[in-house]
């Protein structure tokens, strides 16, 4: 029986693909790299997002010296793109059936705090999660990724055993996530990474809309 879903942030539960491909382009202009296209974007995304920035034409060292300027003129572009964003198709009715079923629902992302925390009380989604991880430092996801800890140290104290938890992402970060942890894994496809990268990641679950995951957890009961 699932009693905890934890859900990926970006390109998950929101539809900000192309908000986050334009905002990392104006990074990429800035700083001497090669814009990218949507497919040449799933194929190249990563995190630490400093991985990206290199293999598309940045150097490394500038991006290190000015990890900070970086962040910063990523997520000024971002959250003026992301502003308007919608959920993703099925996030509503999804959510509003965990929350009838009393299935705790909690967010573990890369992203800002703040930026997320804004835009849950824009779309009026808050109340469905009780617990949201992500970076209170901007330029954290840059350099490097706390994911996987932070959700480890949380399910050491949690009372959803491994057994009862689900993981859902739409990048490998969280599959990995998933089989360090040892809890179920899901991929979700269209958002920031390639279905072949997610295939090769060997989810336990691969899907295309937030409303397949019902099925998913009612099978698991």
């Not at 986050?20 to 974007?41: F, H, I, T, W």
């Not at 009715?93 to 703040?114: G, Q, Y």
């Not at 104290?157 to 009862?164: F, L």
């Not at 899901?186 to 279905?195: F, H, L, P, Q, R």
Request: charged share 25%.
């Amino acid at each position: 029986m699932i009693k905890l879903v934890v859900f990926d942030w970006n390109g998950t539960l929101i539809a900000d693909t192309h908000a986050c491909m334009d905002a990392d382009n104006s990074v990429l202009k800035v700083y001497g790299g090669r814009p990218v296209n949507l497919q040449e974007y799933r194929k190249t995304i990563v995190i630490p997002a400093i991985e990206f920035f290199v293999k598309n034409g940045v150097d490394r060292t500038r991006l290190i010296r000015d990890a900070k300027e970086v962040s910063k003129s990523f997520h000024t572009f971002y959250e003026s793109r992301a502003a308007k964003v919608r959920t993703r198709n099925g996030a509503r009715k999804l959510l509003a059936w965990l929350f009838k079923n009393k299935i705790e629902t909690m967010i573990l992302s890369n992203h800002s705090a703040i930026g997320i925390e804004k835009q849950l009380g824009r779309l009026g989604l808050r109340k469905y999660f009780s617990h949201v991880f992500a970076n209170s430092n901007l330029a954290t996801a840059l350099q490097g990724q706390n994911k996987r800890e932070k959700l480890t140290a949380f399910l050491r104290g949690n009372s959803a055993s491994s057994a009862e938890t689900i993981i859902i992402g739409d990048s490998p970060e969280e599959v990995e996530i998933g089989k360090y942890t040892g809890i179920k894994t899901v991929a979700i496809k269209n958002g920031y990474y390639s279905t072949q990268r997610l295939k090769e990641s060997n989810p336990d679950y691969l899907i295309g809309n937030l409303n397949q995951l019902i099925g998913i957890i009612e099978k698991l009961r």
